[in-house]
């Protein structure tokens, strides 16, 4: 599966001359599914390097994690929303890589409530899971779905929270405008979240990182070589 989907993403890669890791799982998925991951891992592989996530309408909001795991930093692009189209995902996910550095490990989509009777949201033949309150101010009541493209989740590709993910002290805060989250249960069948309780996120780090983002562009020779 890997060799299916690797080789675009790859190119795209070496033509950018961004460095990015293989996709972290191999899922024995059929065919259409492992097509459109390979069209998801095409299109993100750039945001490894995060300043080019910043200048496509990326922005750091919250670092997410709870005793059961985490969810990382999540960049999310607003214009994105309610997109099911593989190449356009609603949020990344980062983790701290030291050095004021942070790595690429994930993609989620996000799709806003539209009305009570609203279907769920699928992708990658996987129901979404929600539907849950925004995680910022001003952020929508949403269904969402997380792909762990780039660090393995040892409980699966589309799980929620990835216990090898962990949000930097610095970040811990409690989410108390999360308390009552409705109970959940996601496509991999684990159960969601009945409260936030002990989750840690930070929304201060927006105008930091994207700062020193910009600051890290200047200067910085055409990556496609023009």
């Given at each position: 599966?890997?060799a299916?989907?690797?080789g675009?993403a790859l190119?795209?890669?070496?033509?950018?001359?961004?460095?990015?890791?293989?996709?972290?799982?191999a899922t024995?998925?059929?065919?259409?599914?492992?097509?459109?991951?390979?069209?998801?891992?095409?299109?993100?592989a750039r945001?490894?390097?995060?300043?080019?996530?910043?200048?496509?309408?990326?922005?750091?909001r919250?670092c997410l994690a709870?005793?059961?795991?985490?969810?990382?930093?999540?960049?999310?692009?607003e214009?994105?929303f309610?997109?099911l189209?593989p190449t356009?995902?609603?949020?990344?996910?980062?983790?701290?890589?030291?050095?004021?550095e942070?790595?690429?490990?994930g993609?989620?989509?996000?799709?806003?409530?539209?009305?009570?009777n609203?279907?769920?949201?699928?992708?990658?033949?996987?129901?979404?899971?929600?539907?849950?309150?925004g995680?910022?101010?001003?952020?929508?009541?949403?269904?969402d779905?997380?792909?762990?493209?780039?660090?393995q989740?040892?409980?699966?590709?589309?799980?929620?929270?990835?216990p090898?993910?962990?949000?930097?002290?610095?970040?811990?805060?409690?989410?108390?405008?999360?308390?009552?989250?409705?109970d959940m249960?996601?496509a991999?069948?684990?159960?969601g979240m009945?409260?936030?309780?002990?989750t840690?996120?930070?929304?201060?780090?927006?105008?930091?990182?994207?700062?020193q983002?910009?600051?890290?562009?200047?200067?910085?020779?055409?990556?496609?070589?023009?």
């Amino acid at each position: 599966m890997i060799a299916r989907f690797a080789g675009a993403a790859l190119t795209l890669v070496a033509a950018l001359a961004v460095p990015a890791s293989a996709p972290a799982h191999a899922t024995g998925l059929n065919p259409a599914v492992e097509q459109q991951l390979g069209e998801a891992y095409a299109a993100t592989a750039r945001y490894g390097y995060t300043p080019f996530a910043t200048a496509d309408g990326y922005r750091a909001r919250v670092c997410l994690a709870r005793a059961q795991g985490g969810m990382g930093f999540h960049y999310f692009n607003e214009s994105h929303f309610g997109s099911l189209d593989p190449t356009r995902p609603g949020a990344l996910l980062y983790e701290d890589a030291g050095q004021g550095e942070r790595r690429l490990i994930g993609v989620e989509w996000v799709v806003p409530v539209t009305g009570k009777n609203m279907k769920r949201p699928r992708l990658f033949g996987q129901d979404f899971q929600g539907p849950m309150p925004g995680h910022y101010p001003g952020m929508p009541t949403h269904y969402d779905l997380h792909v762990w493209l780039y660090k393995q989740n040892p409980n699966g590709l589309f799980a929620q929270w990835n216990p090898r993910v962990t949000c930097p002290a610095s970040a811990a805060q409690g989410m108390k405008d999360m308390k009552g989250m409705k109970d959940m249960k996601g496509a991999n069948g684990s159960q969601g979240m009945s409260s936030m309780k002990g989750t840690q996120s930070t929304q201060s780090m927006q105008s930091t990182q994207d700062s020193q983002d910009v600051q890290s562009m200047q200067g910085m020779q055409d990556a496609s070589g023009r």
